[in-house]
């Protein structure tokens, strides 16, 4: 069974008049966007800036009820009820006067979890996250790479089996870049959740991905659907062969 379906999703911004105007504008974002994802699949949504992508993703985390469509999600219809996911937005959001390992207890925090479990069980994960050593450094003394995969290792520790990625590796430079794709692609292998990856990058959607939801500019909506058949594990190599200039072309193609 699917664990995400989306049915003809549409959705509407209110955009208050400029100076001297009188009439709130209406914006789509969104037109009948539909899509499924299975449990443990890892499928990315790649589209142009400003297509709708993030809108989407706050949609799926539960945060926006107000769009036409149907979502649901482990079977629950998210206008109704919430589901917990694991939710990360493009930038780092780590709490600069916090810690490493206080910013990743802090949904167990929010949680009223026991926190020294949380610890506990969060320690033997630093050394995968490459963060072992540095539970005690604030952001501010962590490099961009490791900002990102404390963050991300914060919302792999939130309750829900589905993690939701707005662009996690956006902000960082094209080397350090490469580097969290490889890393992501190995502690995937090991952790599987069910990942849905917003990017505008279409290497990085093709590298990491079992499926790519290509979108159309705003209002944006589902152009193509495209499986990657890949093996895992993967490696960077890949990148180098006909098979992935295929997959390239045809959402180049699709793009438009
Ligand atoms: N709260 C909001 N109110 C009005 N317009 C918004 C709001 N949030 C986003 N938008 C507009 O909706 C469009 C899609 O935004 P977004 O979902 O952030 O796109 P993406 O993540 O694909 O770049 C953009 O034109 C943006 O300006
Ligand atoms: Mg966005």
Redesign the pocket.
């Known amino acids: 069974m699917e664990q995400i379906v989306a049915e003809n999703v549409s959705k509407y911004?209110t955009?208050p008049p400029e100076k001297g105007g009188r009439n709130h504008e209406r914006?789509q974002?969104l037109t009948n966007v539909s899509f499924r994802v299975e449990r443990n699949e890892f499928v990315s949504i790649l589209?142009p800036?400003?297509?709708?992508?993030?809108?989407l993703l706050r949609m799926l985390a539960g945060l926006d009820r107000d769009y036409e469509g149907t979502i649901r999600m482990e079977d629950v219809d998210l206008k109704k009820n919430r589901v917990p996911v694991c939710y990360m937005l493009q930038k780092d959001h780590l709490l600069p006067w916090r810690t490493l390992m206080e910013n990743v207890l802090l949904p167990a925090e929010i949680e009223g979890a026991d926190l020294k479990k949380e610890a506990e069980a969060v320690r033997p994960m630093l050394r995968e996250f490459g963060l072992e050593e540095f539970e005690n450094y604030r952001p501010h003394a962590l490099s961009g790479g490791m900002r990102q995969r404390a963050a991300l290792l914060r919302t792999y520790r939130m309750r829900g089996d589905i993690m939701l990625l707005d662009e996690p590796f956006g902000a960082l430079d094209e080397i350090t870049r490469m580097q969290m794709q490889d890393w992501l692609l190995d502690v995937w292998g090991k952790h599987r959740k069910t990942v849905v990856f917003v990017t505008h990058n279409i290497e990085e959607a093709i590298l990491l991905s079992d499926r790519v939801l290509v979108m159309s500019p705003?209002p944006?909506t589902i152009v193509k659907d495209i499986r990657i058949d890949f093996q895992r594990p993967r490696n960077r190599d890949m990148l180098l062969g006909s098979q992935f200039l295929g997959y390239k072309k045809d959402i180049l193609a699709s793009l438009g």
Do not use: F, P
Not at 49 to 55: H, L, Q, V
């Open positions: 911004y955009v914006l974002v589209g800036s400003g297509c709708g992508k993030s809108t705003r944006g």
